[in-house]
C-alpha cells in the first residue's frame, strides 16, 4: 500500500497524522498504567477503575489508527490528510464515504472492546 495516497476504506492519513496518533496511543498508555500504578499503591477501590476507560480509550485509538493509518474522525466526516496536520481534503465520492464511515465504526467498536478490556483486568486485579 503507498502510504501516501488515500484509498478508500483503507488509508486516510499519511506521515504526520500517524505520528500523531502515535503519540496520543503512547500518551493513553502512560496516563492508564500511572492510574493503575496509584490505584494500587493507594489501595483504591475496585470501582473507582472504571475512570482508567478514559486513558485505556485513548491508548487503543490511538494504536488502532496509527496502525492503520486511517482516522476514525476523518472517516466520519468524509476527509483525509496526507500533507502537513490540518490541512484536509474531501472524500467526493458517496460510495467512498460510505465504506470510510464503516471503517471509521470499527476502529471505534474494536478501540471499545480494548479499553473495556483493560478497564476490566484493572477492576479484577483491584478487587482481588
Given at each position: 500500500?503507498?502510504?501516501?495516497?488515500?484509498?478508500?476504506?483503507?488509508?486516510?492519513?499519511?506521515?504526520?497524522?500517524?505520528?500523531?496518533?502515535?503519540?496520543?496511543?503512547?500518551?493513553?498508555?502512560?496516563?492508564?498504567?500511572?492510574?493503575?500504578?496509584?490505584?494500587?499503591?493507594?489501595?483504591?477501590?475496585?470501582?473507582?477503575?472504571?475512570?482508567?476507560?478514559?486513558?485505556?480509550?485513548?491508548?487503543?485509538?490511538?494504536?488502532?489508527?496509527?496502525?492503520r493509518?486511517?482516522?476514525?474522525?476523518f472517516?466520519?466526516?468524509?476527509?483525509?490528510?496526507?500533507?502537513?496536520?490540518?490541512?484536509?481534503?474531501?472524500?467526493?465520492?458517496?460510495?467512498?464515504?460510505?465504506?470510510?464511515?464503516?471503517?471509521?465504526?470499527?476502529?471505534?467498536?474494536?478501540?471499545?472492546?480494548?479499553?473495556?478490556?483493560?478497564?476490566?483486568?484493572?477492576?479484577?486485579?483491584?478487587?482481588?
Amino acid at each position: 500500500m503507498n502510504s501516501a495516497q488515500y484509498q478508500p476504506g483503507v488509508c486516510n492519513i499519511g506521515g504526520a497524522e500517524v505520528q500523531r496518533r502515535k503519540r496520543v496511543a503512547q500518551i493513553g498508555s502512560i496516563l492508564f498504567i500511572a492510574y493503575a500504578i496509584f490505584a494500587f499503591y493507594t489501595d483504591m477501590q475496585s470501582s473507582s477503575a472504571v475512570f482508567s476507560f478514559i486513558p485505556a480509550m485513548l491508548a487503543a485509538v490511538g494504536f488502532i489508527q496509527s496502525r492503520r493509518k486511517f482516522c476514525f474522525a476523518f472517516g466520519l466526516l468524509g476527509t483525509f490528510n496526507f500533507v502537513e496536520l490540518g490541512k484536509l481534503s474531501k472524500v467526493a465520492s458517496p460510495a467512498d464515504i460510505a465504506a470510510d464511515r464503516k471503517v471509521a465504526l470499527i476502529i471505534i467498536g474494536q478501540s471499545f472492546l480494548i479499553a473495556l478490556a483493560a478497564t476490566s483486568l484493572l477492576l479484577l486485579a483491584l478487587s482481588l
